[in-house]
Structures are given as C-alpha cells and as structure tokens.
C-alpha cells in the first residue's frame, strides 16, 4: 500500500464543477487501494477577498488575526472537499491544523512547519478514511492559526509527505508542469519532463512561477519527489527529483529559463573603502526589509574608494535612496539609480562540467544587441540584467541556443 | 468592574462600515473600565453563501463538514473586529471555539454548550485583552467543529455570561427591541421596556423573530439577563429579565402578539381510538422531522371512533400525508387537509390572575368575522388558528383590544 500527498492549488478548487472534478481524481488513487492524503489551498479569489476587507480594516492589520481570517479559506474548501467525496460514497473528513495539530514557528504570515503529528491521523487512515488537510497553515506554541506565506500550501503537501514518508507527493495545479521558459513569453517553451532539486531552485528563485523556492528547499531537503501536474488535463507534468543522469540527446545543457521584470539597479560610486563597508550598507536595508538581488562590487584600484552596485525590486527605490542618504556610516560620491530592467538567468546542472556557457551566452544576446548591465554567477546558473523591453528577445534568443526549442 | 458580554448579530457586522461601528461600541464600554467580552456572528450574507455552496456540492451534504465549513464565517468576522480594535490602539484578539475552549454535547448542526472554559479567557482578560469570541459554535468530545443551529450566537453569549458570571449580557441586532407585534403587519406596534423570561420565550416559540425560544430558555434557566437593542440606533432597547411588578396603568395584561403564516392544518376524521392512537400517528412523523403544533382531539363519544386535529408548516403536507396513508397501525376513514392558515397568540403573564382574557379574544375576533379553527391555551398564552388572509386584521383587532396601541 502506498502512501500519496495529493495537493490541490486555488484554481484547482477555483469552483464547485472544480471540486466535483478533484474529488474524482482523489478517489481514482484511493480506488487503487492507495493510503490518500488530501492538502487543499482555499478556493481561488476567497484569500484575496479576504485580503481586502482586512485591508479596508486597516492599513496595518494585525498580522496574527490576518491569519486566523485568511485561514478560513482552507478550512471552507477541505470542508466542500470532504463533503463531496462523503457524497460520493467514501470516508473522508476535513482536518484543520490545530485537529491534526500541525506546529509551526516564526513570525505570524511567514511561519515554517516544524511538526506534523501523525497519531490523530494515522488512526483516521488506518480506519479507512480520507484525511483533507488545510494547507498554508499551523498553529503556533500559542494555540493560534499562523500562515506559511502565499503559496504556502506547497509547503504544507510536502511537509506532510515527509513526516508520514509518503511514497508519492503530486502539486496539482493549473499549469502542466515546469517549462523551459514561461509560455507566455516565448511560445517555443517546451514542458520539462523531470528536473532536479537545485535546477528547480533556481528556477523558482529566479521568477518561475510554479513552485516557491523554500518548498523546493523543503522537498530537496526531506529528499521528497514531486510531481507537479495539472487539474484540468490529465497529463504526466514535471517530477522535480535528485541528481539523474540526463540524456544529452540535444546538448540540452541548460535545462531552463528564468527571468524577472521590475528589477531596479542602484550604483553607489566612490564609496570610501573600510572594512565592513557592505555590511554598514546593507544591514539597514535588510532591517527593513528590502531584499538585495545582484551585488557587483568593482575592485578599489587604489584601496581608497570603491563602486558598489546591487539590484532590487523597483518598487523599493525611494526606501532604498532615502535609508542610503540617512545612513552616517558610510560616505560616497554618487548614488544612481536605473528602473525598468530585468534579470534573464539560465540554469542547468549541466553547466557544471560544460565549459563555454557564460560565452555563448553573451554572444546571442550580443548578437541582438542586448546590452548587458551586471552580471552574476553560481555553478548552475547565470543571470544577468538588461533593460526590461529587450526581455521577450533575450528568451527567445537564448531558449534557441541552447536548444529548448 | 463590571464584566460585560457584548453580543453582535449578523447585520451587526454585516459590512466593513458596521464593523468599524461595532468596535465604537465596544471600545464606549471598555473606556468605562468594564472587563468587555465581544461574541460575534458571521457577516450577514456569508453563512447563506457558504450554505448554497455545501447544497451545490451535495442534496445531503455531511452535517460535521457543514458545521466546518459554515463557521469560517464567525472565525473571519471575530478576526476583522480584532483587527480593527486593535487598529483603534486596544489589545484585542480573536478567540475560536477550539480555543477557548467551549465545549457542546448533541449533534452536529444542532449541538448545545455544555462548558465554557475559564482559564484562558481570564488570563486574557486580566491582561487588559478584549476578546473577540466566535459565536453559533464549539467543539465536541471529538475535538470536531460543531454549531449549535441557527442564530445560535445568542446562546453563545448566554452561556459565555453564565460561565463568567457576567453583569451583564446586550445581545445587539438590527432590531430596537421586542416589540408587541410585528411592526410590518401592524404599525401601533410598540417597544416592550421590559418583559418577562416566561412572555419572551412564548414570544419567540410563537413567532418573534427577535430571540431563538432556546436562547430565551438558557437565559432563564442561568437567570442572565438579557438587554436587546439596535447597534443601528442608540435607544434603550428592550430588557428580558425575571418576573417583576408591572406597572397596570393601562390595564396591560397582555405583554404581545405573535403568529406565524404559513401553518397547514390536517384533520383524520373516524380514527379507531384505541390506546395510543396518538402516538401511533404521531411517531412516525416525530422520526421524519415534522415539527407537529396544535394538537385537538375530539371526544369520542361512542368510544369507538375519533377525531384527531393538528397542525404542522405548510411545506410539510406532502410527505405527511404520505405517512399517515401508509402507517399501518392507524385505520381512519378521511384525511383532510387545509393550507394557507395563520396562528395568532397573545401572551402575558398577566393572564394567569386575569379572568375573561378568553373571551375578550374571541369577541374580538368576531367583531370582525374572524373565524377560528383551533385553540391551544398555556398559562400566559392563547393561540387560535385562522386564516392568513385575515392576518393582519386580527393582530389590529386584538392590538387594540388588550391596549397595545
């Protein structure tokens, strides 16, 4: 018997037909005499209707009754879940996280699962039931409801399949699985049919949609395989695994394509060169938390003054500008700033032992004249900024040379 | 300091506007140094949506799922008002039942409170806290949502004011109080100061739609007294309280009028009496969950037949009939039936010391050829059966006979 975490995304449960559609697919596994899981997200558009009245209650609204109100979202699709399938005829209820209890810690929005525990539930399964379980949610070492972050019902589905080492964790979803690129992008992006851990971390950091990359972290840390396919077709999607050996049919090196639109870049020139220098930088951003992307910091010719540029997200410019001005700690000579850009990164394990990359890299996107602003690094993947409006010529120049066509 | 049980209906909270009203309210209490403990309903509109939802998932959908499902509703309200108490500069939190906790017997859908829990609340409360409870629910023995039926969040508030030994229990609403009929059918309706537990739970079991019969019930039983207004208005509003001295300045025996339309009425005329005839018929409609009201039987005067008259809601006719035809227990000679009838009461505990109450009713009714069909007398209360259409006409008639007007 085989233990399978079936995770439903909103738009997967987006509608009542789209409930009645999932409950079939739940119990095509259960009716293959599997051991069934279920881990639901709330009904596409509910959390973002509650996100607005707490809104309209405040602009600051209290962050752990943000989470004991958008927690009532999972809570109404696993009941509408679990009711279908009683209709249908099997065992199932809904299981709240203080029933089951899942524990969390950290801050209230942005809590991470620490414990599942399996008593309550192992009894429930063992009895024959299928168990839907709230995803994106926890209590805390104070009995109240905590979130793990949007999308944190990924988090959830893996968390649980590791805790009750599930044989089989399925992300069900509204895409068909992880692409070479985004579709909406470069029509030429193909659907990947496995890809490892790092691979996928790097895609989710660096902008792909379909997974968060703290549950890929998650998932690779807990050695949990996922498969991520979609509710709507009934197709195989992406399994996101360990190291396999790749068949290198078509050079296929790099195994996808990322970017991010809204980057915004920051130069601070003549910054006067002292040890520590970065940290009296970027402690203060990170106290309030802007999150700093790409760092370039140009080698100080003459061990007096140096250039420091880095790149965040655009719409924290004028925070960024005005904590760099009020900051005694450091002096400079200018600061500039350039908006509008983007950051296209290539990624593939393979890189590893494939010299010449970051070359041919440069040369396509030389040969469309793209001009590139900062570049940056690690062993599997490369990114760089370009101004925004050359991004749909950068993909599709690139998914072309490196053969994802 | 007093400690203060403030409960708010469904139209209380019924919009982000209400609700920043709502926590006005509270706050006037808690400047007045009161120990404040809010019992919230959900947003008016949210429990009928969740409903609907359950009846497109399943013609029978499961009663524990249900109860999950529709007491996200008082979960997200409760955290919207502690959100915006604690927008206002107040400590405030939200409480689920889970938390408290409180504790119901009987089953889903239509459990009871059997136990408040203290410890946490007063902990709570001793903090300087406001807390914000969820109305119309609990847990049972099985760590399971449970809610207690249908505006059960005045029960809620009951028994949390019993459990804390409250001062004091305001349920609010969108009315300003009881009055001595409905206002809609009779305009010299007018606000009741203050009236009796007994009156109030005749009202309510009759018809007033300002209090569930239960609630009026825990209220006595636990002799909370229960002070009903409008979080619309700032009037006085209408206090449920134990027996008290009138005032008999305009002869007021009577406290109100109450009724209900849509009343069918079902005759078995030359029943074979034998012993427990009644229950024969009555049992099987008992299992079926036909809410049977007035019961006349005729005197047999051969002892060998009789005839049996009672009444039940019109939407029950159909399958009443059907069980009648097939019980086979009872033989009978003719069944009929009559639909479309109203069941009018007056009530007042001064009826009991009064004589001629009776008589005063019928006359009256007959000054205006009102016909009646059935009578059910109590202690405090006379009900006669009539036909709607003469409805409103008879509330006048008797408004002004008993010195309402």
Known sequence: MKTIVLKFGGTSVGSIERIKKVTKIILKYKKKK???????????????????????ISGNFDKAEYDALVSTGEQAA???????????????????????????????????IEKVFLRNL?????SGGIPVITGFQGINNLNRITTIGRSGSDASAIMIAKFFKADECIIYTDV?????????????????????YDEMLEMSSLGSKVMQPTSVQDAKINDIEIRVKSSFTNKSGTLITKKFKKKN??????????????????????????????????EPLSKNFINVDMVVQNISLDGKETDLTFTIRSED????????????????RKLSFDTNLAK???????????PG??????????????????ISTSEIKISVLISSSLLKKAVAVLHNEFNLD
């Open 344 to 354: 296209i990164s290539i990624i593939g394990v393979g890189m590893i032992t494939t």
């Open 357 to 374: 990359i970051t070359y041919r890299m440069f040369k396509a996107l030389a040969s469309k004249k793209i001009n590139i602003m900062v």
């Open 34 to 56: 599997n051991r069934v899981i279920v881990v639901s997200s709330a009904m596409s558009g509910v959390t973002n209707e509650l996100i607005k009245k707490s809104k309209l």
């Open 249 to 282: 049919i078509n050079n296929e090196i790099i195994t996808g394509i990322s970017f991010t639109k809204n980057d915004a870049k920051i130069t601070i020139a003549g910054v006067k060169d002292k040890p520590g220098v970065a940290a009296y930088i970027f």
């Open 122 to 126: 192992l009894k429930y399964l063992r």
């Open 176 to 196: 068909e699985g992880v692409y070479t690129t985004d579709p909406r992008i470069n029509k030429k992006a193909k659907k990947i049919k496995k890809i490892e």
């Open 78 to 112: 696993c009941a509408l879940i679990a009711g279908r399938l009683n209709h249908s005829g099997f065992k199932a209820r809904s299981w709240m996280s203080w029933q089951v209890p899942i524990i969390t810690k950290g801050p209230h929005n942005s809590s991470r």
């Open 317 to 332: 410019v004028k925070k960024t500008e005005k904590i760099i001005r009020e900051n005694k700690n450091i002096s400079f």
